[in-house]
């Protein structure tokens, strides 16, 4: 059995005023074409499915596309699950319909899917509160899958039935897993975990969260799971929620973060991105193999103290998106800036780095009354900004002032 692991695609997400769409277009065909490539009997997708819980029409209108894609026609088993930035409501609104084409849909964690067969061989021949048992088409054995969908920790309490508001949520969730485990995952068919939470091995490194990614391990998101808490029976753990590829542990099985298929914040620039394939069969470990993509912008980060230099690396590096920060005596000059932004069109931010930041606010804070009203608010927009007006700006300040003179 072939089963590939992605997640956290995060459809419609802007990187500040820029644009991905075209970008995902891009790594969902790719994604596709490595599913078809590779002749995968099933798809899992570990949450974060889009990046808010309302995204846009064109962002839904792409998975919907992507997903009737992977599952061919109803004969590849395709899995998804909602993950902290996704509306678990709005994930599971569909389900009945995209069981007709072989696609389950779990919003929250104690989703039960209703046993169903389709005529081309896929079928949930078993269901439990977070667990499936699937028949895909020419595999003789089962896929078991213990579904854990993103939830705050009160919700995962309630859904699961815990009263014990003092309860260690990874003792819950360990509980939870071991009793479907001890109840479905015998080893005549392969098993597997799916989740989206932050896991990581006890008493190991913290992995970090990307840097505009909604934290879920502090005040009001979850704690911490252990790979500990993972059941014996458990053959693979995909795994969604943090964007680098990262494999969490080896014990019990292969715990992975399979990686966004984007780099979507700065935190992740020159950063390679992967889905896994898994091949699986019972009561055997899995082999896996990472697959990169190659799809999309690369996110660059890069500090210059000379604009020239500068202008001669963004020319090195076309096709990306870029932040740039400039190091210098006193606030970046409007045409310096203006030249920057001429020599690339991918310039997400342009970061001033003063040094001598005591002199700097000496003079800047030197005011003469005297000047005329365009160098006074160019002075303010300096003290204000970091950085001189450009002119564009400098000729909207002159038709607010030309209309009030005419008023």
């Known amino acids: 059995m072939k089963i590939l692991h992605t997640a956290d695609w995060h459809l419609g997400k802007r990187l500040e005023n820029f644009s991905r769409f075209a970008e995902q277009v891009e790594v969902m065909d790719e994604i596709c074409g490595i599913a078809e490539r590779e002749n995968v009997n099933a798809v899992i997708i570990a949450g974060d499915l889009f990046d808010n819980f309302n995204p846009t029409v064109e962002a839904v ?67 439990d509160k977070g667990f499936i048992e699937i028949k895909v088409p020419d595999v003789k054995y089962p896929l078991r899958l213990l579904l854990t969908p993103y939830a705050n920790e009160y919700r995962l309490k309630t859904f699961l039935g815990i009263e014990d508001a003092a309860a260690e949520l990874r003792n819950v969730l360990a509980e939870q897993w071991q009793k479907l485990a001890d109840q479905y995952c015998d080893k005549k068919g392969v098993n597997m975990l ?3 939470l932050y896991l990581m091995e006890k008493d190991g490194l913290q992995p970090a969260e990307p840097d505009d990614e909604k934290p879920i391990l502090h005040i009001g998101g979850t704690q911490a799971v252990y790979s500990e808490n993972v059941p014996e029976q458990m053959q693979y753990v995909a795994l969604g929620h943090l964007h680098a590829k990262q494999i969490v542990d080896i014990h019990p099985c292969p715990i992975l973060y399979s990686s966004s298929p984007l780099a979507y914040s700065f935190s992740e620039a020159n950063q390679a991105k992967f889905v896994v394939l898994i091949d699986a069969e019972p009561a055997k470990p899995v082999k896996y193999n990472v697959i990169p993509l190659t799809k999309g912008k690369k996110l660059l980060r890069a500090k210059f103290s000379n604009v020239d230099t500068a202008i001669q690396w963004l020319e090195f590096n076309p096709n990306t998106l870029v932040e740039l920060t400039m190091v210098s005596d006193t606030f970046l000059k409007a045409e310096d800036r203006k030249r920057l932004y001429a020599a690339h069109d991918g310039i997400v931010n342009i970061v001033p780095e003063v040094k001598n930041i005591e002199a700097w606010e000496k003079s800047r804070s030197v005011i003469d009354i005297s000047n005329s009203i365009e160098v006074l608010f160019a002075d303010y927009f300096k003290q204000k900004y970091n950085q001189e007006p450009n002119e564009r700006l400098m000729a909207l300040f002159k038709e607010v002032l030309a209309a009030e003179e005419n008023t």
């Open 61 to 127: 209108d792409l998975f919907y596309k992507t997903l009737k894609r992977l599952a061919a026609n109803g004969t590849r088993a395709v899995i998804a699950i909602a993950g902290n930035h996704d509306s678990p409501d709005r994930i599971e609104a569909p389900d009945p319909l995209a069981r007709e084409c072989g696609i389950i849909f779990a919003g929250f964690p104690n989703i039960c899917v209703v046993p169903f067969s389709l005529d081309n061989g896929i079928a949930v021949t078993k269901s």
């Open 194 to 196: 799916v989740a989206h």
